[in-house]
């Protein structure tokens, strides 16, 4: 079983970088210069980077970057993925340069969703300073956030996620926008640490490639302020602030320059997974999270 550690970083493309340098600076708080190779690299902790941003005619989410804890991990990764008869392709020198990984493989679940296994993440040894003033994202042994994925071949890439990448079920949420309709399923995962979901997987087509990632400050002072960031720049909103019901997560969404949804919270839940036991929750929010404002 591949023993993922975290989202080490997910990879987007706009056909504008400084539309995605502005929003990152502006409105997310985070720093940006540019990536080996072309493209960006937004920083949000220690490490040089968390988001690749790339050039390209599409905006669009393009690949997520799971990290392994190391070499033996990823070449048990290798052997597992030939035994289960997965196609692999390995990064090339530019991509390993440009990921700063010592090795790095990719591959595609069954409804096209692009994942990168990598291990040996580089360090600058500098430090996370925030243009707008934001103290620290939560990331560390927990990876940047999560993400979230279509699926709309759903069983094959539940199962792609679970048997082939070694996740495991937090918990499920059945989505009933018709009553009558046949439910909608979102099914939220881990891994190897304590974040509740480091991957979600929702039973429809997304174009941009991506339902939305989640980053997590450490006050909600920070999501007030991001949310003021927000209307300063016209971002578009997507869902008002709201409290999740299964991972406690107080948060907002909002568009970002590559399509996909961007999740700004606070106080997400820490799970002891040895004592979990996965459940079904029939509503979305606790309170708040009125996703109908990113439709109008």
């Known amino acids: 079983m591949i023993d993922i550690r975290g989202l080490s970083y997910f990879v987007s493309q706009i056909e504008n970088l400084s539309h995605w ?3 990152a600076e502006d409105v997310l708080g985070m720093q940006v210069r540019p990536a080996p190779g072309g493209g960006l690299y937004v920083k949000m902790d220690e490490r040089p980077f968390r988001m690749l941003i790339v050039e390209g005619s599409e905006a669009r989410y393009l690949a997520s970057g799971w990290e392994l804890a190391g070499e033996s991990a990823f070449q048990a990764a290798l052997e597992h993925l030939t035994a289960a008869g997965i196609e692999w392709q390995p990064g090339s020198s530019a991509e390993l340069e440009q990921r700063g990984v010592q090795a790095l ?3 595609s679940d069954p409804s096209g969703n692009n994942h990168e296994l990598s291990w040996g993440h580089r ?3 500098l430090p996370f300073i925030s243009p707008q003033g934001v103290p620290r994202f939560i990331t560390g042994d927990m990876g940047l956030g999560h993400t979230v994925l279509p699926a709309p071949n759903f069983d094959a890439t539940l199962a792609f996620a679970r048997d082939v990448l070694g996740f495991e079920l937090s ?3 059945n989505f009933r926008p018709d009553p009558s309709a046949p439910a909608i399923r979102i099914h939220f995962l881990h891994c190897h640490n304590a974040r509740h979901h ?3 997987l929702a039973e429809y087509p997304v174009p941009s490639g991506c339902v939305h990632v989640m980053v997590e400050v450490d006050s909600m002072t920070e999501v007030g302020r991001a949310h003021d960031r927000l209307l300063a720049h016209d971002v578009s909103l997507s869902a008002t602030l709201g409290q999740h ?3 406690r997560m107080t948060s907002f969404y909002m568009k970002t320059p590559s399509g ?3 999740e700004y919270g606070f106080g997400g839940l820490q799970v002891d997974w040895a004592e979990h036991s996965a459940f079904e929750f029939t509503r979305v929010s606790i309170w708040g999270h009125d996703f109908s404002v990113g439709q109008q």
């Open 198 to 200: 480091s991957l979600a």
């Open 105 to 107: 493989v990719k591959l």
């Open 171 to 173: 918990d499920i949420y």
């Open 123 to 125: 360090s600058d040894c």
């Open 21 to 23: 340098q502005r929003y």
């Open 260 to 262: 996909f949804d961007l």
């Open 245 to 247: 019901l299964n991972d």
